[in-house]
């Protein structure tokens, strides 16, 4: 498939360089600018000890007290609001009326989608509102409320509102410092917090030493939720609203094919690695009565961030694989993607959830009657101020040296815990043998990058040396119009897939360093012709053909647009 995709080029897992590259430029490499929202300052702290004196009177490995970093919110004495609820209770909504009526605010959700929602939302209700997410910036004439995802949240500036969605992740170990970040670094005079119960005591502690008054409201679900006796049993027994979840993606096309070769159904489907556009118009036809695709297969991506109109959540399976070992569902995640059935506002009066198969009944019935764990632990992780400084006290040039060390010297309070890094680790080193600045290499450590997609990983590789070596990293046509085309098997999809990741990659990057990485607008428009053929494939060269005309217009009309 690739070669259909790639100008005189192929695919290949000995690197990314044939897919994507950079010419020779005359720009020096761009730093980064000191007033880059991606990283927690400590301007005062690089100000004082930048000289090398005195440098030992201060512990860089201290990070108990992690309310002090952001002078700006602690100026304020916030009124904090916890709405705590299950899911499809009306918690977020009644925030978001506040955050409306405000002069100036600011919304921080988990996903893009999220973001993108609610910026649709406050603009069409005559509110101007900036969009702000690691791949996009949509500022509108006038704006004083934004739209941002939760790592893009701005603690410099000052607001009388702001809303943070689904706050227990701030216990999440890979994403949670970026939610206790804006939980207390975040200058508001009102924060709503939306999320779950379990997120409330320990909420509370923390902010106990901030000074701040919280109130907590309590939200029931405003349609019922139903958990079923039998399980699903037989494939015919599916019906038209259906979700049914899967937590592979080699399973959920088994499950879309066994569906839809009944002849009663047709399936949009729904998983992390889809991009974004994607996964939104495949919830977009779900939801749509008129849609000939009104059975849903999809993963725990539907956890959050899609608005669906799901009336029966069935579970293919109660287990999980994390990463290390195969494990049961955590009753946090039973009743988060339980609850996305019975949405308040749609057409069906109540949600019901079951199994396919009788023996995981038990743990689905016990998991919904108990409540989730509280919260123990708030994430953090250490500003590149911090890292900066323990690199000059420790004398080492690699930045995976010095994260390690300072993960392993530094000290926290009980009530936090350090996100995993892993990730990063992974990114640093590959890129420290590079001749990149310490921020330089913290900045590419930050980046979405997916290092277990060979694809996704070799372009920051190759994004990584050619601004190492010229400065300026220029991306060329990757897809040539006269041979375009939708995938024809799965691994093609996936390629696709990756492909769309390196892209996502040079925009995020783009909006960090604009002057190095300048094909901004080719990047973009490569990534939505991604998304188009991606779409495609899912639609028409499914185990089914739609009969209606309709979709092949609709994509007739998007190739021609992207083209």
Aim: charged content about 25%; some cysteine.
């Amino acid at each position: 498939m690739a070669s259909l995709l790639l100008r005189q080029r192929r695919v290949s897992v000995l690197g990314v360089s044939r897919i994507l590259q950079a010419v020779n430029g005359d720009s020096s490499r761009l730093q980064l600018e000191s007033n880059c929202r991606t990283f927690a300052r400590f301007g005062v702290i690089i100000r004082n000890y930048s000289s090398g004196k005195g440098t030992a009177k201060f512990d860089f490995t201290d990070l108990t007290r992690p309310h002090t970093w952001y002078p700006n919110a602690r100026k304020k004495q916030r009124k904090v609001f916890l709405h705590v609820g299950p899911t499809n209770s009306g918690k977020t909504y009644h925030a978001l009326k506040r955050l409306e009526s405000s002069s100036s605010g600011v919304y921080c959700g988990p996903l893009r989608l999220l973001a993108w929602e609610v910026a649709k939302r406050l603009n069409k209700a005559r509110v101007p509102c900036d969009l702000i997410t690691g791949q996009e910036k949509d500022e509108v004439d006038g704006a004083k409320h934004k739209a941002v995802t939760v790592e893009m949240a701005d603690v410099t500036s000052d607001y009388e509102c702001a809303v943070i969605d689904e706050i227990q992740m701030l216990g999440c170990k890979t994403r949670g410092f970026s939610f206790t970040r804006a939980l207390l670094g975040i200058a508001a005079d009102e924060l709503h917090l939306c999320g779950d119960a379990a997120a409330v005591p320990l909420i509370q502690e923390l902010l106990k030493v901030t000074g701040d008054d919280v109130q907590v409201r309590s939200y029931e679900r405003l349609l019922p939720l139903v958990p079923l006796e039998v399980p699903l049993g037989s494939f015919s027994n599916i019906r038209t609203g259906d979700c049914i979840v899967s937590f592979s993606r080699k399973e959920i096309y088994k499950l879309k094919k066994k569906i839809e070769t009944g002849g009663k159904h047709l399936c949009s489907v729904v998983y992390g690695s889809l991009p974004p556009e994607t996964r939104t118009r495949q919830a977009t036809m779900f939801n749509d009565a008129s849609s000939e695709f009104d059975v849903l297969v999809a993963s725990d991506a539907i956890g959050m961030g899609l608005n669906l109109n799901i009336s029966r959540i069935i579970f293919s399976t109660m287990k999980k694989f994390d990463g290390l070992e195969m494990r049961d569902l955590t009753v946090p995640e039973v009743k988060q993607i339980a609850g996305r059935s019975g949405r308040y506002g749609s057409k069906y009066p109540m949600g019901e959830v079951t199994c396919l198969d009788a023996e995981d009944l038990p743990l689905l019935h016990s998991s919904l009657k108990s409540a989730s764990p509280t919260l123990q632990q708030a994430g953090v992780f250490p500003s590149f101020d911090f890292i900066y400084m323990y690199s000059r006290l420790q004398q080492k040039r690699g930045l995976y040296q010095i994260l390690e060390d300072f993960l392993e010297n530094a000290k926290l309070s009980d009530n936090y815990f350090f996100a995993n890094c892993e990730e990063m680790l992974k990114v640093a080193a590959v890129i420290d043998e590079l001749p990149l600045s310490l921020q330089d290499k913290y900045l590419f450590c930050l980046s979405p990058v997916d290092m277990n997609d060979e694809i996704s990983s070799q372009g920051l590789t190759q994004f990584a040396e050619n601004y190492a070596k010229k400065g300026l990293v220029r991306l060329k046509e990757i897809f040539s119009p006269g041979s375009l085309q939708v995938p024809k098997t799965h691994s093609a999809l996936k390629e696709l897939e990756s492909i769309h990741k390196v892209l996502e990659l040079y925009v995020w990057l783009s909006f960090r360093l604009d002057e190095s990485f300048p094909d901004h607008e080719l990047a973009s428009s490569q990534k939505a012709i991604c998304s188009m053929l991606i779409e495609e494939f899912l639609e028409r060269l499914g185990f089914q053909n739609p009969t209606s005309r309709k979709l092949n217009s609709l994509m007739a009309k998007k190739r021609r647009q992207y083209l």
